[in-house]
C-alpha cells in the first residue's frame, strides 16, 4: 500500500507540472498557478528548516514539534506578509493553517514510527526464533 501511495503522490505531481508547464507557455502565470508555486516555494523553505532542525537538534518529540511549529508558522507569516496573504489585522490566520498541518504530519509521523518499530520487532523475533 505504501508503494501505492507514493506512485500516487509522484504520479499526480508530475500531472500538477505538466499541466502548470502548458498552462504558463499557453496562458502565463495566472493567479492560481502563482499560488500554488507560492506555496511549493514556502513548503521547500519549511522542509529545509526542518531538515536542519532534526540535523543540528536534538529534542524530545514534542519538544521538536515545538520548535518545528513555531518556525513554520514565523516562516508562513514572513512568507505571507510578502506575498500579500496575510494582512496585520488576520496574521493569526498563520497559527491555524500550520497547526493543522503539524498535527496532520505529527500523526502520519506516529504512524509510521509504530509501523517501523514493529517491523523491527518482528525481525528481532524472527532471528531469535
Keep these: 500500500m505504501k508503494k501505492v501511495f507514493r506512485d500516487t503522490c509522484i504520479l499526480f505531481a508530475l500531472a500538477v507540472l505538466s499541466v502548470f508547464v502548458i498552462s504558463i507557455v499557453w496562458v502565463g502565470v495566472t493567479d492560481e498557478i502563482k499560488l ?3 506555496l511549493f516555494a514556502l ?3 519549511i522542509s529545509v ?3 536542519f532542525l532534526d540535523e543540528y537538534t536534538s529534542l524530545p518529540v514534542i519538544g521538536s514539534y515545538a520548535v518545528k511549529y513555531i518556525a513554520a508558522t514565523a516562516a508562513v507569516m514572513l ?3 510578502i506575498a500579500g496573504w496575510f494582512y496585520r489585522s488576520n496574521f493569526w490566520m498563520a ?3 500550520v497547526g493543522i498541518v503539524i498535527v496532520l504530519a505529527y500523526f502520519i509521523d506516529a504512524f509510521r ?3 517501523d518499530i514493529d517491523f523491527i520487532n518482528t525481525r528481532i523475533k524472527n532471528r531469535k526464533g
Design 36 to 38: 500554488v508555486l507560492e
Design 43 to 45: 513548503s521547500f523553505i
Design 49 to 51: 528548516g526542518n531538515y
Design 79 to 81: 512568507f505571507g506578509f
Design 95 to 97: 497559527f491555524i493553517y
Design 113 to 115: 514510527t509504530r509501523r
